[in-house]
């Protein structure tokens, strides 16, 4: 499914992020990047940091699970394409809050069964 997404500005110029984010306790944590700073891998622009760094670095002590745990996903840009894909966990069903920070660029919707937390994962052992 191809949308339409908001982007931000600042001073008046648009300004373009990729993220990564988790939902912890039906709350978002967004860790955001502008796209000119992010990592280029293949033709897609991606967060320059994994969900397992952003996790040990900011939410491991405060929640004592691992960074799988809940669910997640990322946002990355395709450059060759001039389209976001938005991968989340299928336990994700609203994504509003992410797509918000988004205006008038191309995107497409997908589950991928990287991102799976505890209750979608059959193997995740605790």
């Given at each position: 499914?191809?949308?339409?997404?908001?982007?931000?500005?600042?001073?008046?110029?648009?300004?373009?992020?990729?993220?990564?984010?988790?939902?912890?306790?039906?709350?978002?944590?967004?860790?955001?990047?502008?796209?000119?700073?992010?990592?280029?891998?293949?033709?897609?622009?991606?967060?320059?940091?994994?969900?397992?760094?952003?996790?040990?670095?900011?939410?491991?002590?405060?929640?004592?699970?691992?960074?799988?745990?809940?669910?997640?996903?990322?946002?990355?840009?395709?450059?060759?394409?001039?389209?976001?894909?938005?991968?989340?966990?299928?336990?994700?069903?609203?994504?509003?809050?992410?797509?918000k920070e988004y205006e008038n660029e191309k995107y497409k919707i997908c589950t991928d069964y990287h991102y799976q937390c505890r209750k979608?994962?059959?193997?995740?052992?605790?």
């Open positions: 499914m191809i949308k339409y997404s908001m982007i931000r500005k600042k001073n008046g110029v648009i300004i373009n992020m990729v993220n990564l984010f988790f939902k912890v306790n039906n709350k978002f944590l967004i860790h955001k990047c502008e796209n000119e700073v992010a990592e280029k891998y293949g033709d897609f622009l991606n967060f320059p940091e994994s969900h397992m760094e952003i996790w040990e670095k900011f939410y491991a002590k405060k929640y004592h699970v691992d960074f799988d745990y809940f669910p997640r996903g990322r946002v990355v840009y395709n450059i060759n394409e001039k389209c976001y894909y938005i991968y989340h966990d299928k336990c994700i069903t609203n994504l509003e809050e992410i797509l979608c994962n059959k193997n995740y052992i605790i």
